[in-house]
């Protein structure tokens, strides 16, 4: 909970007292590897704030004459916010999955709580539009990605800015966070070494 402090205190103008009042919003949680967070269907409830870990975004590609597979689009860290962000804002059934990569300690807060939190306070409101700006951000920069870059650029661009998600993440949800075939990613691989 000390990181999630840390960003609540390094607000300006927010006493520690607010601070604690909010993180204490937060309920911790800590998942296994390979746990559903939210499945296909449902509603999402809450926002995360992961400590440690790494969980994927996927969906379930289903071809009548190819057997289904699963597709990842997003992959989110340590330090840093996540929610099957629209399902969380218009109550409406996600369309995709959300599941743990490895262990994960996560902080999570449910959708009143939050909404008490806009209501109680500026800093309830600052904190969800940070959120939410971050959550987008990271959407458009990676939809740019998929168009601008090549396979080896998007590869390397991930490298750069994740270098643990190589020993931490299976190859075949890398391969697919890049839009390749998992033997695509093997050539781009040996080409580099």
Do not use: W
């Not at 746990?35 to 289903?62: A, C, P, Q, S």
């Amino acid at each position: 909970m000390e990181k999630l402090l840390n960003i609540y205190n390094s607000i300006e103008g927010l006493s520690h007292e607010e601070a604690l009042y909010h993180v204490n919003k937060f309920e911790k949680i800590v998942l296994p590897k390979k746990t559903m967070i939210l499945r296909e269907g449902t509603v999402e409830d809450y926002l995360y704030f992961i400590d440690k870990g790494i969980i994927r975004f996927f969906v379930n590609k289903v071809h009548p004459t190819e057997p289904s597979k699963e597709i990842t689009f997003s992959l989110i860290s340590e330090n840093m916010f996540c929610s099957a962000y629209d399902s969380f804002i218009t109550r409406n059934p996600c369309a995709y999955n959300v599941e743990t990569v490895q262990e994960t300690v996560m902080y999570r807060i449910h959708f009143d709580d939050l909404q008490e939190l806009y209501e109680r306070s500026k800093v309830g409101n600052y904190l969800g539009r940070i959120s939410a700006e971050n959550l987008y951000v990271r959407k458009t920069q990676r939809e740019i990605s998929l168009l601008m870059h090549s396979a080896e650029e998007r590869y390397n661009n991930l490298l750069k800015a994740y270098p643990h998600f190589i020993r931490e993440i299976p190859l075949k949800h890398i391969a697919s966070y890049i839009g390749i075939t998992p033997q695509a990613l093997s050539r781009i691989r040996k080409q580099l070494l």
